[in-house]
């Protein structure tokens, strides 16, 4: 079993849609979430983390669900813009590496 | 610099040949990551330095691959004998420190350095 594991899509949705992601991971000792975003044929940059009451950045919601152990994200009111890939990361405690899922790749359309 | 620097962008080399990529992390930064991504799947971790050792070398997939940073800051990722198996984008990141204790480490990626292997 992968440690971070997501759908990896494609989901196709249109502008102004609400979609949403969920990330399951495998190590109970994890502490550290991120959501990081990748364009095609770029370096994955940080979206957010993810922290454990739940945060929000504008159109996009992360929440974390400890006792079942995975992880969501939530976009509002999609753009174009958007169209990416959505990729987890988890981190453990005292472990400085990151461990990633293969990605979630959302497109949306006019 | 403003960002993570790598180089070459691009590689094509033959099966059997030594390859080098070199990753020139944030100034300031201390800890530095190598990853390596295929096609469709994320990013898999290879190796971590803090300062000039290297912390955790466990994603070294054998011993083909080392990876040195001298100084604590360029690092170079060394694959000898090459292998079409090794055609991937190598991704380098660094951050600020080795994390807080809560283990959070936001990791800035280069653009990588795209590797194919004939």
């Known amino acids: 079993r992968k440690e971070v594991e997501q759908d990896p899509g494609p989901f196709n949705v249109p502008e102004g849609a609400t979609v949403a992601f969920n990330c399951t991971y495998s190590n109970s000792a994890s502490q550290s979430f991120f959501w990081y975003r990748q364009d095609c044929r770029k370096e994955p940059k940080l979206l957010m983390s993810?922290?454990?009451s739940g945060n929000e950045d504008g159109r996009f919601t992360a929440q974390l669900n400890r006792a079942s152990q995975y992880i969501s994200l939530l976009i509002r009111d999609s753009k174009l813009s958007d169209s990416a890939t959505y990729l987890c990361v988890v981190t453990a405690t005292g472990i400085q590496k990151l461990v990633f899922g293969t990605g979630t790749r959302l497109l949306v359309s006019p | 610099g403003a960002g993570v620097s790598q180089t070459p962008s691009n590689k094509v080399t033959e099966k059997g040949k030594y390859v080098e990529l070199r990753c020139d992390p944030i100034?300031?930064?201390?800890?530095l990551y190598w990853y390596r991504q295929s096609l469709g799947q994320g990013p898999e971790f290879l190796i971590y330095?803090?300062?000039?050792?290297?912390?955790?070398d466990s994603g070294l997939p054998n011993d083909r691959f080392f990876a040195v940073r001298p100084e604590g800051s360029v690092s170079t990722l060394k694959i000898q004998r090459t292998e079409r198996g090794d055609s991937a984008v190598y991704l380098c990141?660094?951050?600020?420190?080795?994390?807080?204790?809560?283990?959070?480490?936001?990791?800035?990626f280069g653009a990588g350095s795209r590797l194919t292997v004939l």
């Open positions: 990141a660094s951050s600020r420190n080795a994390g807080s204790p809560s283990g959070a480490n936001v990791l800035t």
């Open positions: 100034s300031g930064h201390t800890a």
């Open positions: 330095f803090q300062g000039t050792g290297a912390a955790d």
């Open positions: 993810v922290y454990s």
